[in-house]
């Protein structure tokens, strides 16, 4: 396979932020240590001195994305440029999952159905050898009984299997929880709140759109509406 390598555009970034950008921003800041508000007067001149802080934030953010622009247009090219071929993988590593975790479970199936079956063998001959132990208890056959009991303790069932392994394989279990009746879980939660309570989340964004669309005139168990105020300007 050979592999092609184009010219990578020079692309200059400045990453100055010059003297007119630094004075204007040294010059707000002059001005706003400077502010009192304790009169009208000084509220208007205030509100413009603010109003002049929008502006030239504004304008020095602009400025921050005309110089990264081409730099965001290098990396989505070179993004699109390998992207189709990452994709590729995803889908072959995700088949490839696929087929190994099928045969995985397969195998894990049959053996559990080789163990249940031995231990149910297991189980059937410690029932028989603790009869026969029995019977000869009834006979005074200490020595009889003693070898039946020794053969039922013996007839154990086997443990599980160990899964199928392969070099370099790690297979990993992740737990997750589904809700399948949100009802039962609220009561649950209203039962016995101090081992369940912090199960349940309030859908903070629902709650504030309905305090937006009432104005806060609006009354749900549990939740208060609270008004924030904030100043911002008009340009």
Known sequence: MTDHVSTVETIPVNFAIGEAIEGAVAKREAWAAALVVTNDAQLTDAAQGL???TTTAKKIEAARVNRKAPLL????????????VLDRLKIIERDTKQKISQYQAAVAAAKAEEARAKREAAEAEQARQRAIAEEARKRNDIEAAANATFAAEMSVPPPMPAPTKAPGLVETSRWSAEVTDL?????ACANDPERYLDLLLPNMPALNRLAVSHHGAVQVPGVKMVETKSVSVRS
Do not use: C, N, Q, Y
Not at 183 to 187: R, T, Y
């Open 51 to 53: 109003r002049d802080i």
């Open 73 to 84: 247009e290098a990396t989505r090219r070179l993004d699109g440029t390998f992207k189709p």
């Open 183 to 187: 009802s039962l879980l609220i009561v």
